[in-house]
């Protein structure tokens, strides 16, 4: 485990720490194993979805995933689908592909393919995507409803903890700078603190 602390802001000082763990399967044990019943309300997941949920390197290439109809394999749905029944609507989807960029084709594909990964009897599997989340000045209003939606939820909780699967990439070594961003809005406009625990992918 690596652990960094943010330089103090206000009256409290949040901390990124991240677990590295083989598969998704793996980071759901970890996870399940770290929330505390009588904190359940006060936990969120945000899970992204290329090398998490579409664990093979070769989807995030354009085209292939449509090409090859790729599809979220059993073993992740239904590690999926616990997370789900833990954390309810607090588990989040956050992705950086845009479906509307034709440059990606597979883009809209790999999003209509993990939306459909929804309880016919509960709410949507909230997604926000468009996030360019290792650029602070790109996709801010993505990254605005991001902050309003967790605001809403959980703007009643004075301490928060934030889960998050992502996987290992060489294009994504500052992987932490989205989600300390997103903890310091969470600060500023509702006055909620949270700290991070962050589960790498790293086969």
Same mark, same amino acid.
């Given at each position: 485990?690596?652990?960094?602390?943010?330089?103090?802001?206000?009256?409290?000082?949040? +901390?990124? *720490?991240?677990?590295?763990?083989?598969?998704?399967?793996? %980071?759901?044990?970890?996870?399940? +194993?770290?929330?505390? @019943?009588?904190?359940?309300?006060?936990?969120?997941?945000?899970?992204?979805?290329?090398?998490? =949920?579409?664990?093979?390197?070769?989807?995030?290439?354009?085209? /292939?995933?449509?090409?090859?109809?790729?599809?979220?394999?059993?073993?992740?749905?239904?590690?999926? !689908?616990?997370?789900?029944? @833990?954390?309810?609507?607090?588990?989040?989807?956050?992705?950086?592909?845009?479906?509307? =960029?034709?440059?990606?084709?597979?883009?809209? /594909?790999?999003? $209509?393919?993990?939306?459909?990964?929804?309880?016919?009897?509960? %709410?949507?599997?909230?997604?926000? $995507?468009?996030?360019?989340?290792?650029?602070?000045?790109? #996709?801010?209003? *993505?990254?605005?409803?991001?902050?309003?939606?967790? #605001?809403?939820?959980?703007?009643?909780?004075?301490?928060?903890?934030?889960? %998050?699967?992502?996987? !290992?990439?060489?294009?994504?070594?500052?992987?932490?700078?989205?989600?300390?961003?997103?903890? +310091?809005?969470? /600060?500023?406009? /509702?006055?909620?603190?949270? $700290?991070?625990?962050?589960?790498?992918?790293?086969?």
């Amino acid at each position: 485990m690596e652990s960094e602390n943010m330089l103090e802001k206000g009256t409290y000082t949040p +901390s990124y *720490n991240e677990v590295f763990c083989k598969s998704f399967e793996d %980071a759901v044990v970890e996870i399940a +194993s770290e929330t505390d @019943e009588d904190e359940k309300g006060n936990e969120i997941l945000l899970c992204d979805i290329d090398g998490v =949920l579409f664990p093979n390197v070769l989807d995030k290439l354009p085209v /292939y995933a449509l090409w090859n109809n790729s599809e979220i394999p059993d073993d992740i749905q239904s590690h999926l !689908w616990f997370l789900r029944e @833990e954390f309810g609507d607090r588990l989040m989807v956050l992705t950086n592909r845009n479906p509307e =960029l034709n440059l990606f084709l597979s883009s809209e /594909y790999i999003v $209509d393919r993990t939306r459909e990964i929804t309880d016919p009897e509960g %709410a949507e599997l909230k997604i926000f $995507d468009s996030l360019y989340k290792q650029f602070p000045f790109l #996709g801010r209003e *993505n990254k605005r409803e991001v902050v309003e939606h967790i #605001g809403e939820i959980c703007e009643d909780m004075g301490d928060l903890t934030i889960f %998050a699967i992502e996987d !290992w990439s060489t294009v994504s070594l500052n992987r932490k700078t989205y989600l300390l961003e997103l903890v +310091s809005h969470l /600060y500023k406009q /509702y006055g909620i603190r949270s $700290d991070i625990l962050n589960y790498v992918i790293k086969r």
